[in-house]
């Protein structure tokens, strides 16, 4: 068992500076999606180091397209509504809760930046990817003329929400024309590139630059799909992760500092393997090997309570389902061996005894929501924080009511 000494609460986060406050990025990772504790823990997280260490932005796991609308809120942009902007400028459901909502609130008034770092349209379609960059182009090069078989066929493989991922994935499965929608995101691209000179010149340096990672980041999707339909999940999964990375990259050329908020399994600095794949090329390992010790990382484990529902009921609106208590041998069981109550606590790795770092090798996987992945904490990670007992967020009705309805029919029915 860790001792007394290495664990200590969240009302004494100064216990982190040395571990955190000189980082360029700040990852917080969450063992499941839309749990209350995690956006709480990274609320307040980010207000330390905005606070303690004059961090200004807070990106997320979230289409990177779609977070422009969130951005112009945080700026004062009043056209669109909060909860419109939440519930569509979020995407992979990321959106739909009020703790979410109070976040962005905060940060409206502390002057906090906001990007998305994810593929466009919850995975499910890449047309809110491809949309701005055929808008662009009509700008930028308006006797260009671009095939218009390109957003059918987009069209053609799209779903309308999160709950529509498998719809798509079948879709690229069966599609004839995947291989020419492919082709004709290269050629976008390459017109994209081919033209940078006069386009800036007709446009902007930022909208040039926006809609050229814009069109990265929806043959990023192309590509996953692409990879997962022709039954390599790992091989798609890694498209997806280094284009993230991408995208982080991108956000590092015009932020000094971010805090970056992800699941566990994108954060960490060695490959993951989910429990049906390969080891597989994390957005922390692209990151680590390209900021080094910029880059530092906090994760999350879990004790009882409600995580992400896992089976088919989650298509049909049931997002939660029952979270049994943690292995008494995988991470998770030793850090809630390690305090008792219902308080949560961290652990900062960097600054263990040697019989704490013991302990903690000892553990040799974690919990991703209900199931287990191998890991090696030490190498991993920078900082533990433990939420003993994780429930359903608050879903946000207002934000609801402007969801597309294939979100909203599931949720309110």
């Given at each position: 068992m860790l001792s007394a000494a290495a664990v200590f609460g969240l009302d004494e986060l100064d216990r982190l500076d040395e571990a955190l406050g000189g980082?360029?990025?700040?990852?917080?990772?969450?063992?499941?999606h839309y749990n209350r504790e995690q956006y709480l823990l990274r609320s307040q997280l980010l207000r330390h180091l905005a606070e303690r260490h004059g961090f200004r932005v807070y990106a997320m796991e979230s289409g990177f397209v779609e977070g422009w609308?969130?951005?112009d809120w945080l700026r004062g942009d009043d056209s669109r509504p909060l909860g419109d902007v939440l519930a569509n400028g979020v995407t992979g459901l990321m959106g739909l809760w009020t703790e979410l909502r109070t976040q962005l609130e905060w940060m409206r008034e502390h002057r906090i930046g906001f990007y998305g770092t994810d593929l466009p349209g919850s995975n499910?379609?890449?047309l809110p990817g491809l949309d701005p960059v055929l808008a662009y182009l009509v700008e930028a090069d308006p006797d260009f003329e671009v095939d218009p078989r390109i957003r059918e066929i987009a069209a053609a493989l799209s779903g309308p929400s999160a709950f529509s991922q498998l719809t798509s994935l079948t879709a690229y499965t069966q599609h004839a024309e995947r291989d020419?929608?492919?082709a004709g995101l290269a050629d976008l691209r390459a017109r994209l590139l081919a033209g940078r000179i006069a386009y800036v010149r007709r446009t902007s340096v930022e909208a040039y630059e926006r809609a050229l990672r814009a069109v990265e980041v929806t043959i990023g999707l192309d590509g996953t799909a692409r990879g997962m339909a022709r039954g390599d999940q790992a091989g798609g999964m890694e498209v997806r992760e280094a284009t993230i990375a991408g995208t982080v990259e991108w956000i590092l050329r015009r932020e000094e500092r971010i805090v970056l908020a992800e699941h566990n399994a994108h954060v960490q600095r060695l490959p993951a393997a989910l429990p049906t794949t390969r080891a597989m090329a994390t957005m922390g390992v692209h990151l680590a090997d390209r900021l080094g010790d910029e880059y530092r990382v906090v994760a999350t484990t879990t004790g009882g309570g409600q995580s992400l529902n896992y089976t088919a009921g989650f298509f049909d609106g049931v997002m939660f389902a029952d979270l049994d208590e943690p292995r008494p041998d995988s991470l998770d069981g030793l850090m809630a061996a390690a305090r008792a109550g219902d308080e949560p606590f961290a652990v900062d790795l960097r600054r263990l005894s040697a019989a704490d770092e013991a302990v903690i090798r000892g553990a040799k996987e974690q919990r991703y929501g209900v199931a287990y992945a191998e890991v090696d904490a030490m190498a991993a990670y920078d900082v533990l924080v433990h939420l003993p007992r994780v429930t359903g967020a608050t879903l946000d009705l207002d934000t609801i009511g402007h969801a597309v309805p294939d979100v909203r029919d599931r949720l309110l029915k």
């Open positions: 980082a360029r990025v700040v990852a917080i990772g969450e063992s499941s609308a969130v951005a499910a379609s890449t020419s929608f492919s």
